[in-house]
Structures are given as C-alpha cells and as structure tokens.
Nanobody
Framework: QVQLAESGGGLVQAGGSLRLSCAAS????????MSWFRQAPGKEREIVGF????????YYADSVKGRFAISRDNAEHTVYLQMNSLKPEDTAVYYC?????????????WGQGTQVTVAS
C-alpha cells in the first residue's frame, strides 16, 4: 500500500501563490507516477498535472500551464505543486494521486485532499 499525505492548502487572494505538498510513504515503488487532481464544487474531478519519477517527464493541463509547476524531492518521495497567479476558478479541493507506471490504467492511491480557495 501507498499512503499519500497532502498539505499546504488555504485561502489566498487572486494573483497570489500557494504551494501544495504530497508526501508518499509505504510501498513507494508502487507510486512511480504521481499527480495532482482538483475538484471544484459541482464539477468533475480533473487532472492538473503529473510527474513520472522514472523518466522525469511532467505533464500539465492547459488550464494551468505557465502558472503551476510540479517539482519533486526524490529523497523524500514528495511532490510539490507550486501555484502562481491564482484565479478564483482555481478554487477546488486538490488531491494527490499515484499509480505504479504510466501504463497502469487507474490511479490506485489517493490522498485525502486539501482545500484551495482563491478570493476575488
């Protein structure tokens, strides 16, 4: 099993920044691809981006490109989501998820989520 623990959410004014963290523990070799999702009220969960620990590739959704950045700490098996130029539409619960590889069809592990609220 893999446990994911997110932190760093909160309330910020539009244009501000926040950094989220997701620390993986347990069988981290089953968490080679780690991602960030978000779910706004009344909307479906959407992917924000992911990082592949094996080759370092990072993907971003178009809605956050140029504003959000994913980074990682290999030693701590932690992934960060730096969110800049935040907009009210970024308000959502942000979730960390992981799967064993890019070929694994589902995200097998999920964190509990952290609320991000962007005030206009």
């Amino acid at each position: 099993q893999v446990q994911l623990a997110e932190s760093g959410g909160g309330l910020v004014q539009a244009g501000g920044s926040l950094r989220l963290s997701c620390a993986a523990s347990g069988r981290t070799f089953s968490a080679n691809v780690m991602s960030w999702f978000r779910q706004a009220p009344g909307k479906e969960r959407e992917i924000v981006g992911f990082v592949n620990w094996i080759n370092g590739n990072i993907y971003y959704a178009d809605s956050v490109k140029g504003r959000f950045a994913i980074s990682r700490d290999n030693a701590e098996h932690t992934v960060y989501l730096q969110m800049n130029s935040l907009k009210p539409e970024d308000t959502a619960v942000y979730y960390c998820a992981a799967r064993k590889s890019i070929l694994t069809p589902t995200w097998d592990y999920w964190g509990q989520g952290t609320q991000v609220t962007v005030a206009s």
